[in-house]
């Protein structure tokens, strides 16, 4: 589960609304609004991707693209740990000389 975030979505939509609607100053924004300089900057950014006006940097729908596929990369390796070992496994009960139970 994610950690909660510090400021409501709301809150951070204005803010960049403003700072790319008013054309003020990031730092400016963030002082009337509470919110720390760099973290706006931050959304600002990434808002600017989203909309495709900044290169060298996903968007959001990449960003959840990506965490989705190393998620599902990870259990893909777990499940291939599970299986080489249950193929040693196996192959190690095949190569024992069974015993008949006596009657």
């Known amino acids: 589960m994610p950690a ?3 400021y409501p979505d709301e809150l951070r939509e204005r803010a960049v609304r403003e700072v790319r609607s008013t054309g003020r100053p ?3 924004v963030a002082r009337d609004l509470g919110i720390h300089k760099e973290a706006l900057r931050s959304w600002v950014r990434q808002a600017e991707a989203d909309a495709g006006e900044r290169d060298g940097r996903l968007t959001t729908t ?3 693209e990506l965490k989705e596929l190393r ?3 990870a259990e893909l390796r777990r499940t291939n740990e599970i ?3 249950a193929s040693v496994f196996f192959a190690q009960e095949i190569g ?3 015993t008949r139970p006596s009657r």
């Open 4 to 6: 909660p975030r510090k």
């Open 62 to 64: 990449e960003r959840d």
């Open 26 to 28: 990031v730092a400016h």
């Open 83 to 85: 299986l080489k070992a």
């Open 96 to 98: 024992r000389p069974r």
């Open 71 to 73: 998620k599902e990369n």
